[in-house]
């Protein structure tokens, strides 16, 4: 066979026709070894290889949000390439569909320019991964699209990560409606999962265990912060919707693993940068943001108490620190406006510092797994309307896609050097209110180095920093002592 074929065969895959030894390249092309795969017991045990291969070199399946990345393959390599009709095509879509979508259906808000952009990028190609920061306006684009396909007849799932989620898209919408209802059904634990409405909203956690004829209704899904779906039980979920056309995934950030990036486009689409934080706040649309790193200085004999820790020990150590707990505790209330101060574990560290920030001159709301999503809901309503709020809450619950208007403050409680968990969570206090124009993150770091040994809680402040400096985000460092 001369040419390479590319033939539709569902939703989720197309198959690619070719010689043996086109097909082994494609194989190589897509091949990734997973981030960190030398510490995953089966590549120790030599079970498995820790790669993961997108293209079926026996089968020539592959996912079908890459076909622009094989067509990009062929073309590198003068290889003649053929799609069969209806396996990829461009759409002819108005420049100005989004705005023309906001009017038709009398919007509450007039889309600006990146967002009408992002509506016309997505209606084009049916299916887009879409990089929209935090305070962008990404779940107004996820409406606009909705509303557009609703006017063509088709059901859209949105699934999102949380709970609180759930609410406050549903919320979001009958706003973005100016208050009107609309036909939504949101879904979560002990809810009916069969009621047929024009739109569904759910977690992922409710129905990655439903089967594949439970989807079939669904003509449109959006999957929202996108990057969780590297998860088997969400890539599931998208595998099973063999039949469903439209795909737009959106996410604030990608975490830097190739791997995950073309598995996302592979189940979404190509990515598409809807616009950038930098862009957000020198438009002043965002808040200005600044990051102020606290070195917390530990006397030389607790830094030789922690030489040569566990990572795990280390952490357990700092997160129940009593010193370290009355700093972030005084440091809180010492703030003015509203502060919010993420933690990793509840018990150890959210619990304990609980007590220790519920004193007069402040409102104090605790959040993390066990608070419901109506509890959830009303502390954002709280923070909406109210100054002088601390919010303590969980990175699981917060860092990710909570959308409260008026946080000036917020305060890494826990270290952590993740690059998703880290700009979703300095995206909660980007957005812009009234009387919020600049916000700042108080990260605090925990100096337990001793001579040339390096402790975990440092080596993730330097790759904190590197996200930092990344994104263009202004920082600067100050030496605090600290008793221990």
């Not at 399946?61 to 009709?85: H, Q, T």
């Not at 616009?275 to 020198?282: N, R």
């Not at 006397?299 to 009593?322: C, F, H, M, S």
């Amino acid at each position: 066979m001369d040419n390479v074929l590319i033939e539709r065969v569902n939703d989720v895959y197309v198959r690619v026709s070719c010689e043996p030894g086109i097909k082994m390249e494609l194989s190589g092309h897509f091949e990734f070894e997973v981030p960190g795969a030398k510490f995953i017991p089966s590549v120790r045990n030599k079970v498995w290889d820790g790669k993961i291969r997108l293209f079926n070199a026996m089968t020539g399946m592959i996912y079908a949000g890459l076909v622009p990345r094989i067509l990009k393959f062929c073309n590198m390599r003068d290889y003649p390439v053929e799609v069969s009709p209806g396996t990829y095509e461009i759409n002819d879509v108005p420049d100005d569909s989004g705005m023309q979508l906001a009017k038709e259906f009398e919007s509450t808000f007039v889309p600006r320019e990146y967002q009408n952009e992002a509506v016309v990028h997505a209606l084009k190609r049916d299916r887009a991964l879409m990089l929209s920061p935090t305070a962008s306006g990404k779940s107004f684009i996820i409406y606009m699209l909705t509303r557009f396909h609703m006017a063509q007849g088709r059901k859209t799932i949105i699934v999102v990560p949380t709970t609180s989620l759930v609410e406050q898209m549903a919320s979001d919408f009958i706003e973005y409606n100016n208050g009107n209802p609309l036909d939504i059904h949101k879904i979560r634990g002990g809810i009916d999962k069969n009621v047929d409405a024009e739109i569904t909203i759910t977690t992922w956690q409710s129905i990655y265990k439903l089967k594949k004829d439970w989807y079939e209704k669904f003509d449109v899904v959006v999957g929202d912060e996108a990057h969780l779906f590297k998860a088997k039980s969400l890539i599931s979920v998208l595998e099973k919707m063999i039949d469903c056309k439209y795909r737009y995934g959106f996410t604030g950030t990608l975490d830097g693993s190739q791997t995950h990036k073309l598995v996302l486009e592979g189940l979404f689409g190509a990515v598409y940068e809807v616009t950038t934080t930098k862009k957000l706040i020198e438009d002043n649309t965002l808040a200005e943001f600044g990051i102020t790193a606290i070195t917390l200085q530990y006397p030389d004999a607790v830094r030789k108490l922690n030489k040569g820790k566990t990572y795990q020990e280390e952490i357990d150590w700092i997160v129940t620190n009593e010193s370290r707990n009355k700093y972030i505790r005084n440091l809180a209330h010492s703030l003015h406006g509203n502060t919010l101060i993420l933690f990793q574990f509840v018990e150890k560290h959210g619990k304990v510092l609980l007590p220790m920030l519920e004193k007069e001159g402040k409102h104090v709301h605790f959040i993390y797994g066990g608070i419901s999503a109506e509890d959830r809901e009303e502390v954002r309503r709280l923070a909406e309307t109210n100054d002088d709020n601390i919010i303590l809450a969980s990175y699981g619950t917060f860092s990710t896609g909570v959308n409260i208007k008026r946080l000036d403050n917020i305060i890494f409680a826990s270290p952590s050097k993740s690059k998703i968990r880290n700009l979703q969570s300095i995206g909660r206090v980007l957005r812009k209110s009234n009387n919020n124009s600049k916000a700042t993150l108080y990260d605090i770091v925990d100096d337990l180095q001793w001579k040339s040994n390096k402790n975990f809680a440092v080596k993730h402040f330097i790759e904190r920093v590197k996200i930092y400096n990344d994104e263009g985000f202004e920082y600067r460092i100050y030496n605090v002592s600290i008793k221990g």
